[in-house]
């Protein structure tokens, strides 16, 4: 029996400089250097391992969702030793938040066939929410484990993993299939082989659009988010200040200046 395991990856930003478009609310993601989540190497990590432990009897799945750039994402996971990939991408997607993002990934595992095991990182550095592994998982019905530090066993239809909580940790119980958000505690992510690259560099990625995955358009992108940036500022950052000198004036006089500054700015 083919242990099937599903690994979703997330194509980010490379920079901290992130732009926003102010009529969308949505990040603007083009001619932007992009990379693959950080958090997503853990889980791609954990997959690939499972792999080694059970040689032939397990599959590894790579899948995204995003722009056609994404695919370099899919590629670095298969380059560390996932056997295959798919990318979700069309004009449809845009603008997707949370919810309709985690709608597209699950209609398109449900049409990747039969899995047991979907891994995730905890979350993706440019939306830092945490939200879409779990809508993944709340979607395809499936029970979910969050920060997973370390999964104990895998025997026949049940899983063993151990949990990070508050003040400690606690191990876990779970029937397949399952989804699994795990955090960095959990291993340190390989580096590429020469021969992972040519590998991913020859894979063929399987572009999947809508129609594909049998999703609704109208839960979707940006028109299919019920999230709305209503409002987009940004921090002013402000080094005014004052010196003050026994050079010009008494120490007397800059003694009292500085205890009457915090009342000045309104600190007491």
Same mark, same amino acid.
């Given at each position: 029996?083919?242990?099937?395991?599903?690994?979703?990856?997330?194509?980010?930003?490379?920079?901290?400089? &992130?732009?926003?478009? #102010?009529?969308?609310?949505?990040?603007?993601?083009?001619?932007?250097?992009?990379?693959?989540?950080?958090?997503?190497?853990?889980?791609?990590?954990?997959?690939?391992?499972?792999?080694?432990?059970?040689?032939?009897? &397990?599959?590894?799945?790579?899948?995204?969702?995003?722009?056609?750039?994404?695919? $370099?994402?899919? /590629?670095?996971?298969? @380059?560390?030793?996932?056997?295959?990939?798919?990318?979700?991408?069309?004009?449809?997607?845009?603008?997707?938040?949370?919810?309709?993002?985690?709608? @597209?990934?699950?209609?398109?595992?449900?049409?990747?066939?039969?899995?047991?095991?979907?891994?995730?990182?905890? /979350?993706?550095?440019?939306? %830092?929410?945490?939200? =879409?592994?779990?809508?993944?998982?709340?979607?395809?019905?499936?029970?979910?484990?969050?920060?997973?530090?370390?999964? $104990? /066993?895998?025997?026949? #239809?049940?899983?063993?993993?151990? /949990?990070?909580? #508050?003040?400690?940790?606690?191990? +876990?119980?779970?029937?397949?299939? +399952?989804?699994?958000?795990? +955090?960095?505690?959990?291993? %340190?992510?390989?580096?590429?082989?020469? @021969?992972?690259?040519?590998?991913?560099?020859?894979?063929?990625?399987?572009?999947?659009?809508?129609?594909?995955?049998?999703?609704?358009?109208?839960?979707?992108?940006?028109?299919?988010?019920?999230?709305?940036? =209503?409002?987009?500022?940004?921090?002013?950052?402000?080094?005014?200040?004052?010196?003050?000198?026994?050079?010009?004036?008494?120490?007397?006089?800059?003694?009292?200046?500085?205890? $009457?500054?915090?009342?000045?700015?309104?600190?007491?």
């Amino acid at each position: 029996m083919v242990l099937r395991i599903i690994v979703l990856v997330k194509q980010v930003p490379a920079t901290e400089n &992130v732009k926003i478009d #102010e009529e969308t609310g949505t990040m603007v993601r083009s001619a932007m250097e992009a990379v693959i989540n950080p958090f997503d190497l853990y889980a791609v990590e954990a997959a690939v391992r499972i792999k080694e432990q059970n040689g032939e009897d &397990v599959q590894v799945s790579v899948l995204s969702m995003g722009p056609l750039m994404a695919a $370099d994402a899919v /590629r670095e996971a298969i @380059a560390m030793g996932c056997d295959e990939g798919f990318l979700i991408s069309g004009k449809e997607f845009a603008g997707s938040d949370t919810w309709a993002t985690a709608y @597209a990934l699950a209609k398109g595992i449900t049409v990747l066939g039969e899995f047991d095991i979907v891994l995730c990182g905890e /979350r993706a550095t440019d939306g %830092e929410t945490g939200q =879409v592994g779990p809508m993944v998982g709340t979607f395809l019905d499936i029970p979910v484990l969050t920060y997973v530090s370390g999964i $104990d /066993r895998i025997n026949g #239809e049940e899983i063993v993993a151990c /949990r990070v909580i #508050e003040g400690g940790y606690e191990l +876990v119980q779970a029937n397949m299939p +399952v989804l699994i958000s795990v +955090v960095k505690e959990i291993n %340190e992510p390989r580096l590429p082989t020469l @021969a992972g690259k040519i590998q991913a560099r020859e894979a063929k990625i399987l572009v999947l659009d809508p129609a594909d995955i049998n999703a609704e358009n109208e839960k979707l992108g940006l028109s299919g988010s019920p999230t709305r940036v =209503v409002k987009i500022a940004y921090p002013t950052i402000t080094r005014t200040g004052e010196i003050v000198s026994v050079e010009n004036s008494s120490v007397e006089t800059c003694v009292e200046r500085l205890v $009457d500054f915090p009342k000045a700015v309104e600190i007491l």
